[in-house]
Structures are given as C-alpha cells and as structure tokens.
Nanobody, 131 residues
Framework: QVQLVESGGGSVQPGGSLRLSCTAS????????IGWFRQAPGKQRDGSEA???????????RYADSVKGRFTISRDKANDAVYLQMASLEPDDPAIYYC?????????????????????WGQGTQVTVSS
C-alpha cells in the first residue's frame, strides 16, 4: 500500500524558509492532485481546507489566503515528489505539516480540500518558528 511521507521540517527563525517534501513509500505518488495541510498546536487536523494544492495534469495551483505569496507548491516528476517551499515564516505557521492525495481543486476560487473523510494521514513533519 502506498503511503505518503512528509519530510523537511525543522526549526527556523521568523522570516526564515523551509522546503517540505511529500514522497510516496511503497510506490509512486498516487495522484496528480496533491495538497498540503497542517495541524497547529492544540487544534484538530482538518482536511476541509488545504494550505496549498497542485494538479500536475494541468498545472493548476491553489493557496489559502494565509499562505498566499509566501508558500509555493510544486511537483518534481523526476524525483516523484511534491514540494512546499515556505518563505517568510511567521509565528502562526508552527504546526505538523501533512500531504494528501486526490485533493479537490474547484474550477474557481482559491480553496482546495481533501476528499472527505480522509483518514490515511502520514506522520507529518514538524515545523517550528522561534527566535
């Protein structure tokens, strides 16, 4: 069974950058549509709104307003990975970050989300922002 694996988290200062990677264990990424989500401390993981999504079949991307202009999602087909390049990290960004396949990118708007219910989350990767 293919499982998505997140990596690249760490601790950075405010304003710093990180690049997260989403790869597949046991196979290849199972979908052209991959999204990144996060679970902030003390909050439940929520698949109803992704931070960023990509549909590599047509190049469409979507970003939540909270990360637009700071985060960039991309697909690396050669390495079979989806990246989330995060810049200008803020005190509200610390969380465990997860990726999920088969996300929905509506024809318009900025929202994208996991098909509900999505219960096959990986271990995630921890991002800490601290001075």
């Amino acid at each position: 069974q293919v499982q998505l694996v997140e990596s690249g988290g760490g601790s950075v200062q405010p304003g710093g950058s990180l690049r997260l990677s989403c790869t597949a264990s046991g196979g290849t990424l199972p979908s052209d549509r991959i999204g990144w989500f996060r679970q902030a401390p003390g909050k439940q993981r929520d698949g109803s709104e992704a931070l960023a999504c990509i549909d590599s079949s047509d190049g469409r991307t979507r970003y939540a307003d909270s990360v637009k202009g700071r985060f960039t999602i991309s697909r690396d087909k050669a390495n079979d990975a989806v990246y989330l390049q995060m810049a200008s990290l803020e005190p509200d960004d610390p969380a465990i970050y997860y990726c999920a396949p088969d996300v929905v990118l509506p024809p318009s708007g900025s929202r994208c989300y996991a098909i509900a219910p999505y219960n096959d989350w990986g271990q995630g990767t921890q991002v800490t922002v601290s001075s």
